[in-house]
């Protein structure tokens, strides 16, 4: 542990314009994982970025430094004594006395103070997961909206609250704490603020010490919601003694922690965190909840915590005190639209549509009171015709197939940043553009199918219906910039697959129907694409030139300030000449407006989309390799072809027969 040291950044709710570049740095000189650095880099509060010798830390930190992430160096100091429970409380005009088991703790007016206010129920990290996961699949990766501080201290009152007290010395280190469970210590101490609700005297408490005898005073409430080393919450249900100790310790070394990073800071109003300060006037305003118990506490023992500190791992963090500032952003709504089965895909004829066609045809021969469509049929069966057509619809589909994979061997691969227009096949990353969610399982994907089952007849199951989101647009990410595929039309092999029942809330089930199935294919947002499809320039959306400039006519003539610039002859009227000098202006701005928004640079993904064109391809599919996809496709075509050679060598001896 000598050798050991942490490094700790404070993460940025949004990601910063320089990510990237930095991911890419990191991986390269240090050899750090970017999927992680990134993990560790991006929400709210402070996270354990790498641990070991500081001379590599200090190489990191100097990275760091130049992309204005703000960090810490730290040695983790073992904790020396776990803080003792309060019994009693009493004030004086020199300090706030705390009474405990063995001993008085002390609280000298004008001592600076850390102060760890922590639920030991979970709940706080439950809703905080239940948050992000919902803010990830509505908002998007890159607008993930956190927890707000009154709800951070309502969660943490309705919980298991407990109060940690440090009192530290000039240079940041603890002296000496305390422990206050609510309704473990007689109240009567606090005088005119003691109430009837623990829980409102353990925020009398915190009340007292910050602004009565706290000189200053430092709050944190990320127990729980960081995974910082050694601070892991356990949870069991129900709760054991055993956990609450192991929990207790974790809260020690966390409350340790914690002033270690404020030693690597000497300015004391950076050590203290700002979000510590907004959350603790948030506690002050929180409204009386109601009275609650906490277990016994079983006091840790020193040697388990510095053994626990010992065998700690490195770990991503997830605490979040900080807000975030600026308007609220987020992915927009998927736009509507009906999904539409093809004639040409199996789908259409194993499916609904099919079970019409078939059915038509039943009841055409049993109308046909005249058997002349019977007679028809078995003619053409006679003749072999039909076997001849079946043989013609193999041959056809063992071609396109075999096209498919013959246009995928003949397309080179193209970097996003110098697509060309046409035929193109890209690689990379899919990221939504819109706030799409699967029905079924309710996770955050960029395309998703949902095939609907229905047990007919012979106990087997039948396509009831098909929907899926060909009709929303997504972006397609590598290392050279993005671009919008337009799903339309194309040919999607998803590889996450899962099977449900109606009424399936994400992976749970509120309500079985034997009769029916769903069966949902998603591409999940962030999973490696390969696409083959037409690259080509997006149709320009909004007003023509021309219903711009018949806008901004009808606006001038509902102006009146504006007209009389126009009135020359000041007669209040505007004449024929007087008008078409207003319109010469208006067309001459609107022209010249439409020719600066031309100028402007736009981003790839904003001009340029891959889509289907009439007589060419789209393939979307979810595979590391083209070579597993054309064998695919060769797979496909050869049994078609033989297929269609047995029906078509079919056909002929039904003919010679025919014939004879």
Same mark, same amino acid.
């Given at each position: ?57 200090e ?36 300090g706030?006395?705390?009474t405990c ?62 109060l ?36 409102q005297?353990?925020?009398a408490? @915190? ?7 706290a ?32 929990? @207790? ?27 510590g ?5 948030t ?25 626990a ?29 009906v ?14 549509? %099919? ?8 009841? @055409?021969?049993? +109308? ?77 994907c960029a *395309? *998703? ?33 993005? +671009? ?18 109606? %009424? ?13 199935k769903?069966?949902?294919?998603? +591409? ?49 009227? +505007?004449?024929a ?16 407006e439409?020719?600066?928004?031309h ?49 078509? %060598? ?11």
């Amino acid at each position: 542990m000598a050798n050991t040291h942490y490094l700790i950044v404070e993460q940025s709710p949004q990601p910063p314009a320089a990510l990237p570049e930095l991911l890419k740095r990191l991986a390269a000189d240090f050899r750090l994982d970017m999927y992680q650095c990134r993990q560790r880099l991006i929400g709210k509060g402070l996270s354990l970025l790498a641990k070991g010798p500081r001379e590599t830390l200090e190489n990191i930190a100097h990275v760091l430094a130049e992309t204005a992430i703000p960090h810490w160096i730290t040695s983790p100091t073992k904790p020396t004594f776990a803080p003792p429970r309060i019994k009693g409380i009493t004030g004086s005009d020199s300090g706030l006395t705390f009474t405990c088991h063995d001993k008085s703790v002390t609280l000298v007016k004008g001592a600076r103070v850390l102060a760890v206010f922590a639920d030991l129920s979970g709940e706080l990290a439950e809703k905080s997961v239940k948050h992000l996961l919902t803010s990830h699949a509505y908002r998007g990766r890159d607008h993930i909206e956190h927890l707000e501080d009154e709800k951070i201290f309502q969660t943490i009152l309705q919980g298991r609250p407990v109060l940690d007290l440090y009192c530290l010395d000039e240079t940041g280190a603890i002296t000496d704490g305390v422990r206050i469970f609510p309704g473990k210590f007689d109240p009567r101490g606090l005088g005119e603020r003691a109430t009837l609700s623990s829980k409102q005297n353990l925020k009398a408490i @915190l009340e007292l010490v910050r602004d009565v005898y706290a000189g200053e005073f430092i709050l944190w409430t990320e127990f729980g919601l960081a995974n910082l080393p050694g601070c892991q919450l356990h949870r069991d249900n129900p709760p054991t003694p055993e956990t609450l100790r192991r929990n @207790l310790i974790s809260l020690t070394r966390y409350g340790w922690l914690m002033a270690d990073i404020g030693q690597a800071d000497r300015h004391a109003k950076d050590n203290q965190s700002p979000a510590g300060q907004a959350l603790a006037a948030t506690l002050l305003q929180t409204p009386v909840l109601a009275a609650g118990e906490v277990a016994p506490e079983v006091q840790p023992i020193i040697d388990e915590l510095n053994h626990a500190v010992e065998s700690e791992e490195q770990t991503v963090s997830g605490r979040s005190p900080r807000p975030a500032h600026g308007p609220k952003q987020g992915l927009p709504s998927p736009p509507p639209g009906v999904t539409r089965q093809r004639w040409n895909t199996p789908a259409f004829w194993f499916g609904t549509a %099919g079970s019409v066609v078939v059915g038509l045809l039943i009841a @055409l021969l049993e +109308i046909d009171n005249s058997h002349t469509l019977r007679h028809l049929l078995s003619q053409a069966f006679a003749s072999g015709a039909l076997p001849f057509l079946f043989g013609l619809l193999m041959f056809w589909y063992g071609f396109y197939f075999l096209r498919l994979k013959r246009q995928i061997e003949n397309t080179p691969t193209s970097r996003i940043r110098s697509i060309a227009m046409g035929m193109v096949e890209v690689k990379g990353r899919a990221i939504r553009k819109y706030a799409l969610v699967s029905p079924m399982t309710h996770v955050a994907c960029a *395309y *998703y199918r949902l095939t609907r089952y229905r047990r007919g007849k012979n106990n087997k199951w039948e396509v009831s219906s098909i929907t899926s989101s060909h009709h929303v647009p997504f972006l397609l990410e590598d290392d050279t910039g993005r +671009i919008e595929i337009d799903p339309t039309g194309c040919r999607v092999n998803a590889g996450n697959r899962q099977e449900g029942m109606p %009424g399936q809330v994400g992976l749970f089930h509120v309500d079985t129907d034997s009769h029916e199935k769903w069966v949902e294919e998603t +591409i999940l947002e962030g999973t490696l694409l390969y696409v083959l499809g037409y690259a080509s320039v997006r149709r320009a959306t909004g007003p023509t030139l021309n219903e711009r400039k018949h806008k901004a006519l009808r606006e001038l003539k509902q102006n009146g300030q504006l007209l009389k610039r126009y009135d020359q002859d000041g007669d209040g009227q +505007i004449s024929a000449e007087e008008w078409d000098t207003a319109r010469a202006d208006v067309e001459e701005q609107i022209l010249r407006e439409s020719l600066t928004d031309h100028q402007e640079r736009k981003k790839q993904e904003e001009h340029v989309v891959i889509g289907k064109q009439k007589g060419r391809p789209l393939i979307i599919s979810e595979t590391h390799s083209e070579e597993h996809l054309t064998a695919r496709y060769l797979t496909y075509s050869l049994p078609l072809f033989v297929i269609a050679a047995l029906a078509t %060598g079919f056909s002929i001896y039904l003919l010679v027969q025919y014939l004879n």
